[in-house]
C-alpha cells in the first residue's frame, strides 16, 4: 500500500485533519437537501445530483437559477462554469496523486476544494494520497447521506443555518489557510483575493467570487514565476 510508507504518527495526523475537514463539510449537505427541495426537484433529482455532480458550489449555483424561475439549462451553464475550477485543481493534483487508470477515474470524482487543499500540501505522494482520498471519500459518503435527509426532512427541520452548518463550513477552510498564511506575499495575495471576492458578493451570482478570489491567487502565481531568474 503506498500509505504504508508514511510514519504512523503522520499518516494519524492527516487522517485525523481530513476526516474533521470532512465531517464540518459533508454536514452541510443537509442544506442543500432541503433547499432543493424547496426549489422544486424531488427527492431523487436532489440525491442524483449529489451523487453524479458532488460540488456544492454548482450545486447551490444551480438550484439557484431553478428556484429563481430560469431556465433548467440555465443553470447547468451556471454549475459548469463554477465546476472549471475543478480542471485546474486536476492538472495540479495529477502529477502529485500519480494515480492511473481506473483510479484516476475514480479519484476525479471526489476532486473538490476541501481534498485538494489537504492533498496539495503534503511533501510526498503517499501523505498526499492520504490526505486527498481521506477528505474526498469522507465528504462524499457524508454529503449523499446529509442530501439525502435534507431532503427528506425538507421544511420539517428549519433553516440548517440555525444549527451553525454554514459557519462550519468557513471554520474549515480557515483552518486548512491559516498555516498557509506565512510571509508577506502570501498575506497580500490572501488580502487581495478576500477584498476581490467580497466585492463580487453583491453583483455576481453565488459561487463566483470564489472563482473571482482563485483568480487573484493564480495571477499572483504567474506573476510571481516570471519573476525568478531563468
Not at 424531488?42 to 445530483?49: I, P, W
Amino acid at each position: 500500500m503506498t500509505d504504508a510508507l508514511l510514519d504512523p504518527r503522520e499518516r494519524r495526523s492527516i487522517i485525523r485533519d481530513s476526516l474533521g475537514v470532512g465531517v464540518a463539510t459533508g454536514a452541510y449537505g443537509v442544506s442543500f437537501g432541503a433547499v432543493s427541495v424547496a426549489a422544486g426537484l424531488s427527492v431523487a433529482q436532489t440525491c442524483v445530483l449529489s451523487l453524479l455532480v458532488f460540488t456544492g458550489a454548482s450545486q447551490f449555483a444551480l438550484i439557484g437559477v431553478v428556484a429563481a424561475g430560469g431556465a433548467p439549462i440555465s443553470g447547468a451553464l451556471t454549475a459548469l462554469l463554477l465546476g472549471t475550477r475543478n480542471t485546474l485543481y486536476g492538472l495540479r493534483m495529477a502529477p502529485l496523486l500519480r494515480f492511473t487508470g481506473l483510479r484516476r477515474v475514480l479519484a476525479a470524482h471526489v476532486l473538490i476544494d476541501e481534498s485538494t487543499a489537504m492533498g496539495v500540501t503534503r511533501g510526498s505522494t503517499a501523505a498526499a494520497r492520504v490526505g486527498f482520498l481521506t477528505t474526498g471519500v469522507s465528504i462524499f459518503v457524508l454529503w449523499n447521506l446529509a442530501t439525502c435527509i435534507g431532503a427528506v426532512a425538507g421544511n420539517a427541520i428549519g433553516d440548517p443555518r440555525t444549527y451553525g452548518l454554514d459557519a462550519a463550513v468557513g471554520a474549515a477552510f480557515l483552518a486548512l489557510l491559516w498555516p498557509r498564511l506565512r510571509g508577506r506575499r502570501n498575506l497580500q495575495v490572501a488580502v487581495a483575493a478576500a477584498v476581490v471576492a467580497l466585492a463580487t458578493v453583491p453583483v455576481v451570482p453565488a459561487g463566483v467570487p470564489v472563482l473571482a478570489a482563485a483568480t487573484v491567487a493564480l495571477l499572483a502565481g504567474v506573476l510571481t514565476r516570471s519573476e525568478r531568474p531563468s
